[in-house]
């Protein structure tokens, strides 16, 4: 069920901060995407949280999941 | 019955509902007497975040005159208590820790966990600090200042339920309530040295607690000992927990691999303690914790953000820093990575429930070590020097996408500051948690030992 990136001893992803929030994760236009503008001020925490969550979604994608694994959704109709 | 003999003390929940309910003291002597203590202490502390005074002080009047009457006070008669600054009081806005919902109306009712509880004849007498909107695992907030750990007011209490923590291992007052979605009780609860339950995810009601990520939220207790904790945990659930189970009948083992590393020698012995007086030498593996953890972390800041979004547009600057940038980063996650981690969830859900065909308590630390500096706010894990703040919950994340019910249990050891332990039961199997807790306690391996007035 492991993929080749399974890692047991990962420590915590390492925020990549990366100035202006247009390198790794593109703050920018995903923010214009939802309707959410960036304040200068706060571009480099974010880029450096959304870098974080980056790493552990990378962490996350690299377990192969059976087609048959559903999401835990909590409705009931 | 004399108090030692039930077990009970003078300062403890049980101990004052007693002495309300013989008459021995007053209901407002005990809730003006918690004032009083407040307004002396939390100085020191900043556990405070607001003295509900005359509504405790009316509630108090009436539950003394209940009595009089000859009526039953109900369980809990007198007994003062907390909430986290998220839970809805009557009259109260709700503000979550942040200055963003101040302009709200204030709420109408109770939280269904207050109502329940005030029914009973406690007595809600303060709201309590927190991150702002429980996004954080130091309680460290821009608007309301840090709360610092009685233990050692130069440390962090943990969080986001850092102001019930510090509150109870203060002394201030016997419980108090807090709510947990990746750690908030049990890691303030274990950095404190108090005890805390993070119940069975959907067992008790979370209507009027202000939300922070829907999929893994809970409310829960913090106490002084194990006997308040299932007390006023019976009352939040609306029932009583029965007969617990013989502890010498439990199948306990203790969580290696992942949980095993990045903690000292000293905190290691004593798990060894805990566990050779359990009889137990079983050491497993909780599968793919790291990205349980991961998945947790993802659900979180998703749902967090989402909720945030429309504000986070409109007002942004009115957000606590850390928790703005963390918010604004989880709206931004695609839909790709929250579907991801929630499909991971339904595989990390059925190798727990693997695990617990063969197991019924699962031994774990709770944090990497005692509660860190504020003014050096980091922790080491794997060699590296990392935020305190975004990474005490390396224990606590990976239990949360699970749902599983966990009692965090304050280690008794002989110096420094105080270490807490999880113990990780089956989903609605808190009663095996309070057999083992209770054992733990009654052998001297687990306790909580509040400030008192004079500290």
């Given at each position: 069920?492991?993929?080749?990136?399974?890692?047991?001893?990962?420590?915590?992803?390492?925020?990549?901060?990366t100035?202006?929030?247009?390198?790794?994760?593109?703050?920018?236009?995903?923010?214009?995407?939802?309707?959410?503008?960036?304040?200068?001020?706060c571009m480099?925490?974010?880029?450096?949280?959304?870098?974080?969550?980056?790493?552990y979604?990378?962490?996350?994608?690299?377990?192969?999941?059976?087609?048959?694994c559903?999401?835990?959704?909590?409705?009931?109709? | 019955?004399?108090?030692?003999?039930?077990?009970?003390?003078?300062?403890?929940?049980?101990?004052?509902?007693?002495?309300v309910?013989?008459?021995?003291?007053?209901?407002?002597?005990?809730?003006?007497?918690?004032?009083?203590?407040?307004?002396?202490?939390?100085?020191?502390?900043?556990?405070?975040?607001?003295?509900?005074?005359?509504?405790?002080?009316?509630?108090?009047e009436?539950l003394?005159q209940?009595?009089?009457?000859?009526?039953?006070?109900?369980?809990?008669?007198?007994?003062?208590?907390?909430?986290?600054?998220?839970?809805?009081?009557?009259g109260?806005?709700?503000?979550?820790?942040?200055?963003?919902?101040?302009?709200?109306p204030?709420?109408?009712?109770?939280?269904?966990?207050?109502?329940?509880?005030?029914?009973q004849?406690?007595?809600?007498?303060?709201?309590?600090n927190?991150?702002?909107?429980?996004?954080?695992?130091?309680?460290?907030?821009?608007?309301?200042?840090?709360?610092?750990?009685?233990?050692?007011?130069?440390?962090?209490?943990g969080?986001s339920?850092?102001?019930?923590?510090?509150?109870?291992?203060?002394?201030?007052?016997?419980?108090?309530?807090?709510?947990?979605?990746?750690?908030?009780?049990?890691?303030?609860?274990?950095?404190?040295?108090?005890?805390?339950?993070?119940?069975?995810?959907?067992?008790?009601?979370?209507?009027?607690a202000?939300?922070f990520?829907?999929?893994?939220?809970?409310?829960?207790?913090?106490?002084?000992?194990?006997?308040?904790?299932?007390a006023?945990?019976?009352?939040?659930?609306?029932?009583?927990?029965?007969?617990?189970?013989?502890?010498a009948?439990?199948?306990?083992?203790?969580?290696?691999?992942?949980?095993?590393?990045?903690?000292?020698?000293?905190?290691?012995?004593?798990?060894d303690?805990?566990?050779?007086?359990?009889?137990?030498?079983?050491?497993?593996?909780?599968?793919?914790?790291a990205?349980?953890?991961?998945?947790?972390?993802?659900?979180?800041?998703?749902?967090?953000?989402?909720?945030?979004?429309?504000?986070?547009?409109?007002?942004?600057?009115?957000?606590?820093?850390?928790?703005?940038?963390?918010?604004?980063?989880?709206?931004m996650?695609?839909?790709?990575?929250?579907?991801?981690?929630?499909?991971?969830?339904?595989?990390?859900?059925a190798?727990i429930?693997?695990?617990?065909?063969?197991?019924?308590?699962?031994?774990?630390?709770?944090?990497v070590?005692?509660?860190p500096?504020?003014d050096?706010?980091?922790?080491?894990?794997?060699?590296?020097?990392v935020?305190?703040?975004?990474?005490?919950?390396?224990?606590?994340?990976?239990?949360?996408?699970?749902?599983?019910?966990v009692?965090?249990?304050?280690l008794?050891?002989?110096?420094?500051?105080?270490?807490?332990?999880?113990?990780?039961?089956?989903?609605?199997?808190?009663a095996?948690?309070?057999?083992?807790?209770?054992?733990?306690?009654?052998?001297?391996?687990?306790?909580?030992?509040?400030?008192?007035?004079g500290?």
């Amino acid at each position: 069920m492991s993929s080749p990136l399974h890692d047991e001893t990962a420590p915590p992803p390492s925020p990549v901060v990366t100035p202006g929030g247009d390198g790794v994760f593109p703050v920018v236009q995903v923010a214009r995407c939802i309707g959410l503008t960036v304040p200068p001020a706060c571009m480099n925490d974010v880029t450096a949280n959304a870098a974080l969550l980056q790493g552990y979604a990378d962490l996350l994608n690299g377990f192969a999941l059976p087609d048959t694994c559903e999401p835990a959704g909590e409705y009931v109709p | 019955m004399t108090q030692a003999q039930a077990g009970t003390t003078a300062r403890d929940a049980l101990g004052i509902a007693a002495d309300v309910r013989a008459g021995r003291r007053t209901a407002v002597s005990v809730v003006t007497g918690v004032i009083a203590d407040i307004e002396a202490r939390d100085t020191r502390y900043n556990s405070v975040t607001r003295i509900f005074g005359p509504a405790a002080v009316a509630r108090a009047e009436q539950l003394d005159q209940r009595i009089a009457r000859g009526e039953d006070p109900g369980v809990l008669a007198g007994v003062p208590f907390g909430v986290k600054d998220l839970f809805d009081i009557a009259g109260e806005v709700t503000t979550a820790g942040s200055i963003v919902l101040r302009g709200n109306p204030p709420a109408q009712h109770d939280a269904t966990v207050v109502a329940r509880l005030q029914a009973q004849g406690a007595i809600a007498v303060a709201s309590l600090n927190m991150d702002e909107f429980a996004y954080g695992f130091s309680t460290e907030n821009a608007h309301t200042g840090v709360t610092r750990n009685p233990h050692d007011p130069a440390c962090l209490a943990g969080g986001s339920s850092g102001g019930s923590a510090a509150a109870v291992a203060a002394g201030l007052m016997p419980f108090a309530l807090g709510s947990d979605t990746n750690g908030s009780i049990r890691l303030p609860a274990a950095l404190c040295g108090v005890w805390g339950l993070k119940p069975t995810f959907g067992r008790v009601p979370r209507d009027g607690a202000y939300p922070f990520a829907a999929s893994l939220d809970v409310v829960g207790p913090m106490a002084d000992s194990i006997g308040d904790l299932r007390a006023v945990f019976e009352v939040m659930d609306g029932r009583s927990l029965g007969t617990l189970p013989d502890v010498a009948s439990l199948r306990v083992a203790r969580l290696g691999g992942w949980f095993a590393r990045n903690i000292s020698a000293d905190f290691t012995a004593a798990i060894d303690a805990v566990m050779a007086h359990l009889n137990s030498t079983k050491v497993i593996e909780l599968p793919e914790a790291a990205r349980a953890r991961a998945a947790s972390f993802l659900i979180t800041a998703s749902e967090g953000g989402n909720l945030h979004l429309p504000r986070l547009r409109q007002r942004a600057m009115q957000y606590d820093p850390a928790t703005r940038s963390r918010l604004m980063a989880g709206a931004m996650l695609p839909s790709a990575t929250l579907v991801q981690a929630q499909r991971f969830r339904n595989w990390f859900r059925a190798r727990i429930h693997e695990l617990f065909s063969h197991h019924d308590v699962l031994v774990a630390p709770a944090t990497v070590g005692p509660a860190p500096r504020i003014d050096q706010p980091t922790i080491v894990v794997e060699g590296r020097e990392v935020s305190a703040r975004a990474n005490l919950g390396l224990f606590t994340q990976p239990i949360s996408l699970a749902g599983v019910p966990v009692l965090s249990t304050p280690l008794a050891h002989p110096s420094g500051l105080p270490l807490g332990l999880q113990l990780i039961g089956a989903p609605g199997a808190e009663a095996a948690l309070f057999a083992v807790a209770g054992e733990l306690q009654r052998a001297g391996l687990a306790r909580c030992t509040p400030l008192t007035t004079g500290d």
